[in-house]
């Protein structure tokens, strides 16, 4: 019996936009929970995942960029009714006869755009650029002198150009002044942290209110205080907690009456989180990271026990504070009245939490075999995730 690990690389735009996905397929063995390395999907995982996950559940309203191997190609499987969304990518090296770019000329004729991925030199088949819309490179691995000159010739092509492998702040700042259109990887989620440099004083502001709230001994009155000292953020916090997600028959009209039903702990991580949805000068998609990973985090320590679940998703949820307030995490975890056994699990993975959060990271970049030295079940990690983008969909547009 074989189950599936779906997961998703973020594609950016020129302002940083999120434009789509990469989709992630990786087959593992359920029965022994062996690692199956496969450089492909099979045809019928994709098709499979697909009917059973759904495409809106995965990019939302994005685009989906899916690497499809030849067979899936010259078998010209059923998606027709996706051409709208997907880009298929076909890879430079793989063969392309006579029988492959027919296949290829039909897809194309149904209305799918296709990218051509693993372009690494200048010596490519101008003649696909009929058919071809998106060219990949990777700007790490290709001469700057080089890189620049291949941008300049496929710029005449009047293709789009597509940015991988993208994992720094610096790999993004140089793609993009060269002239590429998207930008894939996980750059976003990096500080960018420059040495002298002070932290604004609306970032100062928004540490301090996290400290304040994350104090161990906070008491009822004293978090209702500072909730409804601000109209803003009562009335978001009121927003979310009668948002569908939680569904309650009778809607929740104050502060005081969310804290009694919910408890300090939950209001005290959705005002958190509200405070961080607060930075205005970062991208939309690292606040809605902090949900995937928050909620990710928090299911899974539910999973190992039930007593780690809130930490788990405060885990979650710190994670991404280095790249939301530029500003090394160890510094920030100095400001911030946290207990040892979350700053370890932050800093050095220690712990169940250590642990969990490991698995999440590993999981959200692809790295499949490290999200399975975790020890956790291969299928509950893959749930976690498919709950995780839901959650954070929800929530993201009540926020």
Known sequence: ?????????????????????ELLLHRYETDESEFTDDDHASSQMILNTFMEIGLDRLVGEGLAFINLPRS????????????????????????FDEELIEALKEFAGYGFRLALDDVIGPDFDSSLFDMVDIVKLDPTIINQTLLTKMVKDLRRQEVQLLAKKVDSLDVFDTSRKLGFDYFEGYFLCRPNIVSGRRMPATRMATLRLLAKLQEPDIEFKELED??????SLSYRLLRLVNSVFYARPKKIESIHQALTLLGIRRIRDWVSMLLLSNIVD???????????????????????DEHLADMGFMVGMFSVLDALLDTPLSEILESLPVSDEIAN????????LGAVLH????????????????GIEPDN??????????????VSAVL
């Open 226 to 231: 500072i909730i409804r000292s601000d109209v």
């Open 72 to 95: 899936f190609i010259l078998e010209k499987f059923p998606l027709r009714f996706l051409h709208d969304r997907v880009i298929l990518e076909i890879r430079d090296n793989i063969s």
């Open 282 to 304: 970062k991208p939309r998609k690292l606040v809605i990271t902090a949900m995937e990973r928050a909620r990710m985090c928090e299911i899974l320590a539910l999973d190992l």
């Open 1 to 21: 019996m074989f189950g599936v690990f779906v997961g998703r690389k973020p594609i950016y735009d020129r302002n940083l936009e999120v434009a789509g996905y």
């Open 345 to 352: 699990a932050l800093l050095h993975y220690d712990g169940h």
């Open 359 to 374: 698995c999440v990271l590993s999981y959200e970049q692809g790295k499949w075999e490290d999200a399975l030295s975790s």
């Open 381 to 394: 990690i893959r749930d976690a995730f498919l709950k995780s983008l839901d959650w954070a969909t929800d």
